[in-house]
């Protein structure tokens, strides 16, 4: 028999806030363990929380960015449990009232080349819940300690419905999630730093029942890769059990890495197994109708619209606005270079598709060179395509001058000059390199007279070698057609 998946995700992201979320206790990654901490986050008594307000911002951020139903009420909830990173023995989120209902993430499967954009999809959302993070179990040989760094870090559980059937659609989900999330200044989400984090929800039934079987929960994915694997390992797993007439059973199960198998955890629990009750220390929260307009009107453009403007407004290709569109750093740097220079979009965005993302990779052990640390701007790229078009300088011998710019951080104008690269006027000088040229090819010459346009290439290189990269090329063409009509 043939089986098909039903997928749901439970994504925790980190919000970007300068402080916790329920303290004025800073937050962040990489401190000594156990300096991020007071007594509200490890629920001393005598202490009350104090809520974040940024953090309940971009909540909402999330939701208008996903087209989810901002509710005028939010109210807080007490999940009780004991784990030894939890130092409270309870977790403020919200069960019944969260702060995000509905809503649908757009997301895009491989397409059958890199070239080629693959299928959109629209996934369900279901729900999004604010609560806080726990702490961080680390575990030695005959040790574990605990860092309550992390404790109270204000983090958004986004739920999916179970919309999606296969591991590479969660994948897409997860990087439509990133970079949406990442355009709109929600969240960094680094999941090499736990700021984004999932469960996958995965069953399996035959192909073209409309029920669901039992499913089980795989917890605290941390990864792209870890997420494609466990999701693909329980779905050979689970149609195993069926196809030997066994019964899936419904449980929480724990991702190996090394192993590449699932392996069960516990049970799974039941709402009623946290004991849940209203917090008696933080009031309901009334989001005003005014402000979530507000929040609405400075969102930025969706990822895809952009994509799907940039194509139509400016005629790129898929791989271009690909490369553009799916980072917003990249997308901000040609939108400020298109705004000083907007005569040549196409020439921008390849500079910054390209020569910009291989000079930021050149040098780097890993990824690319953070781009808060170039000297390059979009006023550089805006006038070094300026210039090309104005005739000063070759596409040629920009290249030479995108490397210093971007090296030294100095204007192109001024390593022009300095280097003596501006395009001559030196028709004098190539007549006789192109009658020489024309001679040795004669085939070429008879091409370009029986109207084969591309076959003057083969006299533009030798005068271009020539004027060492300073001719006109255009110049270059005039002076061959002139010659041939002698």
């Not at 960015?65 to 030894?84: A, L, M, Q, T």
């Not at 995108?402 to 030294?408: A, P």
Request: contains cysteine.
């Amino acid at each position: 028999m043939e089986y098909e998946a039903v997928i749901g995700l439970e994504v925790h992201v980190q919000l970007k806030t300068r402080t916790k979320m329920f303290t004025r206790v800073e937050q962040g990654f990489g401190h000594e363990p156990n300096t991020l901490t007071n007594p509200v986050i490890m629920g001393l008594p005598g202490v009350l929380p104090v809520l974040n307000l940024a953090a309940i911002e971009q909540s909402v951020r999330m939701g208008l960015v996903f087209g989810s139903e901002i509710p005028e009420v939010c109210r807080w909830d007490r999940k009780n449990y004991f784990y030894p990173d939890s130092p409270k023995n309870y977790q403020l989120t919200q069960l019944h009232q969260p702060i995000c209902v509905g809503g649908e993430v757009e997301i895009e499967l491989p397409g059958p080349s890199r070239n080629v954009m693959g299928e959109h999809k629209r996934i369900r959302l279901h729900h999004a819940h604010l609560e806080e993070d726990v702490g961080k179990l680390n575990h030695y040989e005959s040790d574990s300690l605990v860092d309550y760094n992390r404790a109270g870090t204000p983090l958004l559980e986004i739920v999916t419905e179970p919309d999606l059937r296969s591991p590479e659609e969660a994948v897409a989900l997860l990087q439509s999630l990133r970079m949406h999330l990442m355009a709109a200044g929600i969240s960094d989400c680094d999941m090499e730093k736990g700021q984004m984090r999932c469960d996958a929800n995965v069953s399996v039934r035959p192909v073209g029942a409309d029920y669901l079987n039992k499913r089980c929960e795989m917890k605290n994915l941390n990864s792209i890769s870890g997420v494609r694997n466990a999701i693909a390992y329980e779905i050979r797993r689970q149609s195993k059990v069926y196809e030997k007439g066994g019964t899936v059973i419904q449980e929480t199960r724990r991702w190996d890495a090394d192993t590449g198998v699932t392996t069960s955890m516990r049970s799974k629990e039941e709402a009623h197994d946290y004991r849940y009750f209203p917090d008696p220390d933080l009031m309901p929260v009334r989001l005003p109708r005014d402000r979530v307009e507000a929040l609405r009107s400075e969102l930025p453009e969706g990822v895809f619209d952009q994509q799907r403007r940039y194509m139509e407004q400016f005629d790129f290709p898929y791989t271009l606005t690909s490369v553009i569109c799916y980072d917003h750093e990249l997308s901000r740097f040609f939108e400020q270079a298109q705004a000083e220079y907007d005569q040549n979009p196409k020439a921008i965005a390849n500079y910054v598709a390209n020569e910009l993302q291989r000079e930021r990779a050149a040098g780097e052990e890993e990824g690319l060179l953070p781009m808060s640390l170039l000297q390059i701007t979009p006023s550089h790229i805006a006038d070094l395509v300026r210039i090309i078009d104005e005739g000063k300088i070759t596409k040629q011998i920009a290249k030479d001058v995108f490397t210093e710019m971007y090296q030294t951080g100095k204007r192109p104008l001024e390593i022009v000059k300095e280097k003596g690269l501006e395009q001559e006027d030196n028709s004098d000088e190539l007549i006789p390199v192109l009658r020489e040229a024309i001679a040795k090819n004669p085939k070429a010459a008879d091409d370009v007279r029986a109207g084969n346009e591309k076959a003057i290439n083969a006299f533009v290189g030798p005068a271009m070698k020539a004027s060492k990269g300073k001719a006109n090329p255009q110049q270059v063409r005039e002076i061959v057609l002139k010659l041939l009509a002698e």
